[in-house]
């Protein structure tokens, strides 16, 4: 029974693909026609894994950032405090504030770098599927 349960998940096309082959439509090659759409789904997996992992990446980083803009804030403001009486500001928080800018911007330049990666990733897989899907059905076309 577990068997069977595996082969099924395992092959989760097979009885659909038994079924299409039955019927004989003249000039067309249901085979070639299943296949193809197999192999349009193993590219949508392969799409989908690549925006996962790229979005597991990009929280990743984000969660990285804030924790090290946190440590620095916290020891930035350690400093500020250090020797000054009653806790009055003493560092040059105008310097503070232009540099936690800059590593702002960087930071989110990166961010927005990961995401195009992944983007430019996906989108070359359903590009190079679309193009051999075309290619299919010109093949189709021409043996009829």
Known sequence: MAQDAERKSAEP???????LEQFKVPG???????EARRNDLAALTQTNKIAYEGMRDLV???VEILRTTMEEAQAAAKEMVKGAPSGALTGQPKEFVGQAVQKALAN?????E?????QTEAFTIISKRVMQDVEEMKTLVRLR
Request: hydrophobic share 50%; charged share 30%; net charge positive.
């Open 108 to 112: 989110m330049r990166e961010l927005a």
């Open 28 to 34: 067309i090659d249901m085979t070639s026609l299943i």
């Open 114 to 118: 990961l995401a195009v990666k992944t």
């Open 13 to 19: 096309f097979a009885d659909f693909t038994k079924m």
């Open 60 to 62: 990743r980083r984000q």
